[in-house]
């Protein structure tokens, strides 16, 4: 297979996918790691993609701050996994929220084909969904130029407006023991808002945040009525004797 059919193969899925790896790509453009590394130097410096550890990244994906691209490109594997069972849990018809987490924003590939309306504060999750199927409202406030997103009493009351089916939230720490703890008291308020007018509340988060407390801990475990992750440990078992369903597995094929 020459280049040209090579990039034409690996644009598309960049651009389906929003980020692929090395070994994926060998696969589908049946050729070797080398060649494909060498690919993406190539169409990287036409700015045609952005490279990642491992792989490539939609170049969408990378305009926003630096510590949030990082944090949208780590993990990717699992955060992905994580995010393909939320996609399956939304339907057409839906009005979901979508918080400013780097894991929530991983939803936005998953989704674009779907009709449904979102609910977000977050700027980067507003520029992926622009132009696909999804009708957006976005939440007015003070911006955070960091994270991208939009936070205060005013984002919050804008939140409380609206009720929604679905909420996806990130979280910085959940445990059984002590709720859900985030950095900072802007974060946690936009989480309180929006499960408080949702019909059921999500959590997207990687095992490495489960069983962890961080500063500031804002709210009981009983605000989560599931729990989306990457895999189950005792601290996921603690959670679900607790009345959180817990998913780690998809119930149908995307």
Request: with cysteine.
């Amino acid at each position: 297979m020459n280049f040209q059919k090579r990039k034409n193969i690996i644009l598309g899925l960049v651009d389906t996918l929003g980020e692929v790896n090395v070994s994926d790509l060998a696969e589908k453009t049946e050729t070797s790691e080398i060649t494909v590394r060498r690919d993406l130097i190539a169409l990287a410096a036409d700015g045609l993609l952005y490279r990642t550890h491992g792989g490539a990244m939609k170049v969408e994906l990378t305009k926003t701050p630096f510590t949030f691209k990082n944090k949208v490109a780590a993990n990717a594997e699992q955060k992905d996994h994580i995010c393909r069972i939320a996609a399956d849990e939304i339907t057409d018809g839906d009005i979901i929220f979508m918080d400013c987490g780097s894991t929530v924003f991983r939803l936005c590939q998953f989704i674009r084909n779907k009709e449904i309306r979102v609910v977000t504060n977050s700027l980067p999750v507003l520029y992926e969904l622009l132009g696909s199927s999804v009708k957006i409202n976005l939440v007015g406030g003070e911006v955070d130029k960091d994270r991208q997103a939009v936070h205060g009493k005013i984002a919050e009351e804008h939140i409380c407006r609206y009720q929604v089916n679905k909420a996806f939230l990130g979280v910085d720490g959940i445990s059984s023991e002590n709720g859900l703890s985030a950095h900072s008291e802007m974060e946690a308020g936009v989480t309180l808002a929006a499960s408080s007018h949702a019909d059921i509340t999500y959590l997207l988060c990687d095992i490495s945040k489960i069983g962890k407390d961080k500063y500031l801990q804002f709210a009981p475990i009983t605000l989560v009525n599931v729990l989306i992750t990457n895999e189950e440990n005792a601290e996921t078992e603690k959670l679900e004797a607790k009345g959180v369903k817990v998913l780690t597995e998809l119930k149908t094929k995307i």
